[in-house]
């Protein structure tokens, strides 16, 4: 935090978790196999041993609200993250054995609304012949 505030001076305009959002700056990994009863409190406190979390999240379905079994926590640095990988990968966190990775970028996702096309196509079309007792 502190190297931030030096890039960005002492100006409290800017938000320094939003530098590094921005900037990429941040590194995030993805936490695989989490408990359902893992909350974003216990993940943040589990991987603060290998550096500073800027964020920790577990991603939770809309309308139950109950955990998907995975989540993400940002780190401030390229080290701390690494460390956290080789630290917490196939470990027991809350009774179960997680994963840990790089997230990967999310390419999928439009930034805008989604655009109705339709019904979908049929794969495979097959020729509508007439049958001899329509003529």
Known sequence: MAAIRRIVGY?????PFLLTFRRAISFKLF???LSFHTTEKTL????SN?????EAKVVTDR???KSKGYGFVT???QD?????IAEMNEKALNGRVVFVDYAKPDTKRSMGMPIARGPPEVLNK???VDSPHDT
């Not at 100006?11 to 938000?15: A, E």
């Not at 943040?44 to 991987?47: L, N, T």
């Not at 290998?50 to 800027?54: K, L, P, R, S």
């Open 75 to 77: 780190f401030a640095s």
């Open 80 to 84: 701390e993250a690494e460390n956290a």
């Open 11 to 15: 100006n409290n305009s800017v938000s």
């Open 44 to 47: 943040s406190e589990a991987f």
């Open 31 to 33: 936490i695989g196999g």
């Open 126 to 128: 097959q020729e509508i």
């Open 50 to 54: 290998y550096g500073q979390v800027i």
């Open 63 to 65: 309308v139950s609200e």
